[in-house]
């Protein structure tokens, strides 16, 4: 997440410091917005399983490309 795939060797610092500023950034604002907690884990939950989808995605894609 932010920048750091989970095949690894990919990504970087500033990348991954970036990515838990908008996970921190998200996480407030549901509490804001006063949605109860269960509400708030499934949108957490969603949230990160969107990201990975997306990573194995991008990773699958970009073994295609070097083939």
């Known amino acids: 997440m932010g920048g750091v795939s989970l095949d690894g060797g990919v990504g970087g ?3 991954a410091i970036v990515g838990i500023l908008i996970f921190g950034i998200i996480q407030n604002g ?3 917005l006063n949605l109860v907690a269960y509400y708030q884990y499934i949108i ?3 949230l990160l399983l969107m990201v990975v989808i997306a990573d194995r995605y991008r990773a699958i894609r970009r073994r295609k490309m070097q083939m």
């Open 13 to 15: 610092i500033f990348n």
């Open 44 to 46: 957490w939950g969603s």
């Open 30 to 32: 549901l509490g804001f």
